[in-house]
Every structure is written in structure tokens, then in C-alpha cells.
């Protein structure tokens, strides 16, 4: 079975402060995809990226970064200088199938995070 | 990025009643998710809505409860019969991106049971 572990359920940090959102998966396909997904206040999910099983390589994206290591099933997501904007529902998700080139997605518990000014 | 739009974004409604939530893609898509978010907690999906084909449904979901219809590649309906308070949630659609990189999700339908 399928399953995704946010064990974090609220973060709250000062603003400027970094903080590491934690995702831990398990599954038992060897081919798998990893995403991130952003929900604001307002209730849409915002995709943040998605990562192939193949590809350990850590990811950049301005103040967002996202550490992946199969060797301990993690796929992290840190924030750089966080800011009020960030603040959100963060959730991790593991797509154990491909239909067609669409995902099923298994959804963490989510994170909580509340940036203070 | 595919546009999703879901209508209605929210209702309130009677026990024991039912509501048609319909989803719109801007583009044809072979795969659409319908997923349920109840309070406070994360998504689960419900079915896998095929088109020309009964939807799939994920265990702990029936057809019965969830009637999906899948007229053409770009709609969707989810129906939720026999409304009880339980059934009080956010319902998302969800579709996969150009490519196939990613996953979006339409805003949502809010609905709250009475």
C-alpha cells in the first residue's frame, strides 16, 4: 500500500526564518512521482513541483527548495527567508500509478504553516 | 497551465437531498479526478472519471453515493445523493497537466450538510 507521513501538523516561525517541511512515503512500486502542493487560505491547491523516482537531484526554485533521497523514502521541502505570503497548507503526495499519463494521487495529512510578522 | 472551473464553488444543503457538482476543463483530457477534502483534513480521492466508461471508484466510495458522468473530454459531473452532515466537504476535480508533469486541481466545491 501506498502511504505519505507529514508528521509536522503546524509549523509557525517568524517571518525571515527558514523552515523544512517534512514528507515521508512508502510504497512498493519502483517507479513513482513525489509532488508538493501548496493550499492558501482560499481553499485551490497550488501545485509546487513534481519529482520522478529516477531522479534524486535536488531541486531550486527561488526560495523553495526540495531535497529528495530515496535511501530514506523523504522528499523535504524547504522554504529560504520565509515570508506572511507562505503561509499555508502544505501537502506532499505520491502518484503509485500512471493511467495513461495521469496520477492518482495519495495525499499526506499536511503541514500547517503560519509565518508571523 | 489547464483552467479548471467547478460550479458550483459552494452550496448549502438539506439532509437527504442531492447536488450536482460539475467540473470544466479548457482542454480535452483523457483521465479527470474527482477528490473529497472533509474538514480540516487532507484529499482523498473518490473516482477516476473515464470517458465512454463507467468511473472508476476507489474503495470506500460507491456508485450509488457518487454517481460521476463523463459526457466528453473536457466535463464532468460528481453527484452526492442522500446527503447526510458527513458528507460536509470540499469536492475537488482534478485534471493532468500538458505533458503529463502535472496535476492540477480545480478551486473546489464547498459543501456544508444541515
Known amino acids: 500500500a501506498q502511504k505519505v507521513t507529514q508528521a509536522q501538523t503546524e509549523i509557525s516561525v517568524v517571518e525571515k526564518e527558514d523552515v523544512t517541511l517534512d514528507c515521508v512515503y512508502e510504497t512498493r512500486d519502483t517507479t513513482y512521482y513525489l509532488f508538493w502542493y501548496k493550499q492558501p487560505p482560499s481553499g485551490e491547491l497550488v501545485f509546487l513541483i513534481r519529482?520522478?523516482?529516477?531522479?534524486?537531484q535536488n531541486e531550486i526554485s527561488g526560495r523553495y527548495s526540495w531535497n529528495f533521497q530515496k535511501s530514506t523514502s523523504s522528499f523535504n521541502f524547504t522554504i529560504t527567508a520565509s515570508q506572511v505570503v507562505d503561509s499555508a497548507v502544505y501537502f506532499c503526495?505520491?502518484?503509485?500509478?500512471?493511467?495513461?499519463?495521469?496520477?492518482?494521487?495519495?495525499f499526506g495529512q499536511g503541514t500547517r504553516l503560519t509565518i508571523n510578522p | 497551465s489547464a483552467v479548471i472551473s467547478q460550479k458550483p464553488s459552494r452550496d448549502i444543503c438539506q439532509r437527504g437531498t442531492s447536488l450536482t457538482i460539475q467540473c470544466q476543463v479548457d482542454s480535452q483530457v483523457t483521465m479527470m479526478f474527482w477528490y473529497r477534502q472533509q474538514p480540516g483534513q487532507s484529499l482523498t480521492l473518490i473516482a477516476t472519471?473515464?470517458?465512454?466508461?463507467?468511473?472508476?471508484?476507489e474503495s470506500g466510495f460507491v456508485i450509488d453515493k457518487f454517481p460521476i458522468s463523463r459526457p466528453n473530454l473536457t466535463f464532468s459531473t460528481l453527484t452526492v445523493s442522500n446527503m447526510s452532515p458527513e458528507d460536509s466537504s470540499i469536492y475537488l476535480c482534478?485534471?493532468?497537466?500538458?505533458?503529463?508533469?502535472?496535476?492540477?486541481f480545480g478551486p473546489g466545491t464547498r459543501l456544508l450538510v444541515l
Open positions: 503526495a505520491l502518484s503509485p500509478l500512471i493511467i495513461q499519463g495521469a496520477q492518482k494521487l495519495v
Open positions: 472519471a473515464n470517458q465512454g466508461s463507467e468511473a472508476t471508484y
Open positions: 519529482r520522478n523516482s529516477f531522479d534524486e
Open positions: 482534478s485534471v493532468p497537466g500538458q505533458g503529463k508533469e502535472t496535476q492540477y
